[in-house]
């Protein structure tokens, strides 16, 4: 056992907070990059944002609207206004035509929330896949975001987010890989994948 000036040798003494905060009218947050946890991410600020009062609204692409994740349950539950355009995973699909016609839908849809103003947090669960598929140019998806009202915070979840949309986040998360149940064969969990 190490006496007691061990154990205090690594914990940090100094602020490491920069000089000068402020506060800002809204954030832009991008959760990215090939780990877990992106959507998981945004749905806890989800929570967050309906513990402080605010209007929140989802809108998910990819995931199928008909897989009645658990995340989507809590959000009706807690009022969070929901639209799924998702039709599942591409390698399963029979017509992906039809799967970016259902994108693009949903991409107006976000384009409505974003501009009507009546929600302090928009998530746009698997959003960069719009971009990084080829559905949607990136300048029809950064544009909106860019020029969102004042109070509208939005969260981006996905993989390869473009770097025109990092460009314009005011935080950017990359979840990294170390290490997936899928690699020892084990399936998705319901409560913890979904």
């Known amino acids: 056992m190490s006496d007691d000036t061990d154990l205090n040798n690594s914990a940090p003494t100094d602020d490491p907070r920069p000089d000068g905060l402020h506060r800002a009218k809204s954030l832009v947050v991008v959760n990215t990059g090939g780990g877990k946890g992106k959507s998981s991410s945004a749905f806890g ?17 990819i995931k199928s609207g008909n897989w009645k994740v658990g995340e ?4 009706r539950q807690l009022g969070v206004e929901w639209h799924a355009f998702g039709d599942g995973f591409t390698w399963n699909s029979e017509d992906l035509s039809n799967d970016i016609a259902h994108a693009r839908e949903g991409w107006s849809t976000a384009c409505e929330l ?9 998530i746009f669960d698997e959003l960069t896949y719009l971009t990084s598929f080829g559905w949607l140019p990136i300048e029809e998806v950064v544009e909106p975001i860019r020029n969102r009202p004042d109070h509208v915070n939005i969260i ?10 990092i460009e314009i986040a005011d935080t950017v ?3 990294t890989e170390i290490k997936h149940a899928y690699q020892q064969g084990v399936r ?7």
């Open 72 to 75: 989507e349950k809590v959000g």
């Open 45 to 61: 600020m989800m929570v967050r944002g309906v513990a402080r009062d605010w209007n929140v609204a989802v809108v998910q692409f």
């Open 156 to 165: 981006v979840t996905g993989r390869d987010a473009a770097p025109e949309l």
């Open 173 to 175: 998360t990359e979840m």
């Open 188 to 194: 998705a969990m319901r409560g913890l994948d979904y």
């Open 114 to 122: 974003i501009a009507a103003g009546e929600h302090q947090l928009l």
